[in-house]
């Protein structure tokens, strides 16, 4: 008994190991340092809690991504060479076609009529309070832009800009929608803070800042469309009318005095993109297919133009504050173009002039006095054209490469023309200036815990930006 209860040498060394090791870890407060790190970096962890967007059991929108079907380019009667940059380029935005063969062959009388906005409201209360505060704005005179703002011009304050100024508070920050956002535009009105976004399931939300509501956090969500949102066009003159467009080839007129997203167009090709010229509320300037523009006229009811202007699909439209005849547009064959509306002819459309690229370009947008433009590419450049005929282009360096999951990269102009504000890879919004030809500012903040990929400057706020993400989350930076 005594001889099996006698400790071998090993043990005997083990033991002393344990002890010592015991003593020395006491000696340091090591248990107690490790406890008070634990209990900070759980702290650390908490995240803001931001609001968000509240959905009706009875109403709950589809956040599922629809399932693709794999079929070779041969089965879909589709050349070799098509593929070669569109999948890259274009990532999101190349699926609504394949997944329009499914299900655009027999539109639901949803899709091809009216929709009240109460059938596509998708929150749990209710929206009046919305629709009042649309109509209150529009019913109010707007301030142009250069008016008095806080005892100076706007252009006095933008001359002062420090771009350390601009800060992301925690209450600035919200999920608007489900899934990725494609399109955000703030309501042009200078007595009210209320931003919209489309997402890529075809939902449109509006997040009204100054709300006092606890229960809605101001966040309203529709579903109006069947596909992506590919653009969001709101008037000043006329800001209780929304026009949204779809991928799936539909143009909705939201209007808030009559409560109804009316179908004012569709198509059976892809609507890209969508504008509207600054002094005209009449007509509508849309891509629909591959290269295809249109406007539509809301007093003959119908398309009074079309134009084949790009061999691929143009990704945005923009006109000039200056002059609304000179329009911009980008376009996947890898150019921006610059027009004059009076002068295309139809048969051989031929720009003023053009901008190329080595691969699809994203977006071109005209800077506020337009006298500028910004493109930017998936050839990881963003594109500055100068001069009085645009003569001068300058192409800097930029990564563009979002990826599959994350909405393409497109640079705008801040609230003059020295500035160019574009997300980046690493949760940032980089600044970059036309004047010094490359980045020279980051705006970061502990906040973000997306990367902001698409972008709007309030019209009349300076400092005002706001940034979407691809997961529904919109940030907005005020002058602190």
């Known amino acids: 008994m005594a001889s099996s209860q006698k400790l071998t040498e090993y043990e005997r060394k083990r033991l002393e190991n344990i002890r010592r090791n015991d003593e020395m870890m006491a000696a340091l407060k090591i248990h107690s340092k490790a406890t008070e790190l634990s209990a900070s970096s759980s ?27 794999r079929r070779s380019l041969r ?22 076609m394949a997944a329009k063969t499914f299900t655009q062959s027999n ?17 749990t209360g209710s929206d009046k309070l ?53 399109n955000v535009r703030f309501l042009p009105c200078s007595n009210l803070k209320m931003i919209v976004v489309g997402n890529k399931f075809g939902d449109v939300g509006f997040w009204d800042v100054d709300s006092s509501m606890d229960k809605e956090d101001g966040i309203y969500l529709y579903h109006p469309h069947p596909g992506p949102i590919s653009g969001i066009s709101i008037q000043q003159q006329c800001s209780s009318k929304i ?38 509320i009449k007509c509508l300037y849309f891509s629909e297919g591959r290269g295809g523009f249109n406007i539509w006229d809301e007093r003959v009811g119908k398309c009074s ?5 790009h061999e691929d699909r143009i990704n945005s439209i923009d006109f000039n504050s200056e002059n609304s005849n000179i329009m911009a547009t980008s376009s996947s064959d890898g150019t921006a173009c610059i027009w004059d509306l009076r002068s295309v002819n139809v048969d051989q459309p031929k720009p003023l002039k053009e901008v190329r690229h080595n691969r699809a370009v994203q977006s071109a947008y005209f800077s506020p006095s337009g006298s500028s433009l910004a493109t930017t590419s998936m050839d990881d450049t963003v594109g500055i054209v100068t001069g009085v005929n645009f003569d001068n282009t300058s192409m800097i360096k930029h990564n563009n490469q979002t990826g599959r999951w994350i909405s393409s990269f497109r640079a ?11 997300g980046n890879m690493k949760r940032g919004v980089d600044v970059i200036s036309p004047a010094q030809k490359r980045t020279i500012f980051t705006l970061e903040s502990p906040h973000m815990s997306a990367i902001p990929c698409r972008f709007d400057a309030h019209p009349y706020n300076v400092g005002m930006l706001a940034g979407a993400t691809s997961g529904g989350q919109v940030y907005m930076w005020t002058l602190g």
Not at 43 to 69: D, G, H, L, M, N
Not at 245 to 251: A, E, T
Request: with cysteine.
């Open 43 to 69: 702290a650390k962890r908490q995240r803001v809690v931001t609001k968000s967007y509240k959905v009706s059991p009875e109403k709950k929108p589809r956040t599922q991504s629809p399932i693709v079907i």
């Open 75 to 96: 089965t879909r009667g589709m050349p070799p060479e098509y593929s070669d940059f569109k999948a890259l380029d274009d990532t999101v935005e190349a699926t609504p």
């Open 107 to 123: 539109p639901s009388p949803r899709d091809l009529g009216p929709l009240s906005s109460r059938d596509a409201y998708r929150g």
């Open 130 to 182: 919305l629709m009042e505060r649309i109509l209150g704005v529009s019913k109010k005179p707007h301030k142009e832009f250069g008016y008095e703002y806080g005892g100076d011009s706007i252009k006095g304050v933008c001359d002062r800009l420090e771009l350390g100024s601009l800060s992301l508070n925690p209450e600035n920050i919200a999920r608007v929608v489900p899934g990725r956002i494609m």
């Open 243 to 280: 026009f949204t467009s779809c991928y799936f080839g539909f143009i909705r007129l939201m209007d808030a005095e009559k409560e109804v997203f009316d179908l004012v167009y569709s198509s059976n090709d892809s609507i890209y993109s969508l504008s509207q010229r600054p002094d005209d």
């Open 305 to 309: 133009t079309q134009w084949n202007l």
């Open 412 to 422: 705008i102009w801040g609230w003059d023309d020295s500035y160019v504000f574009i």
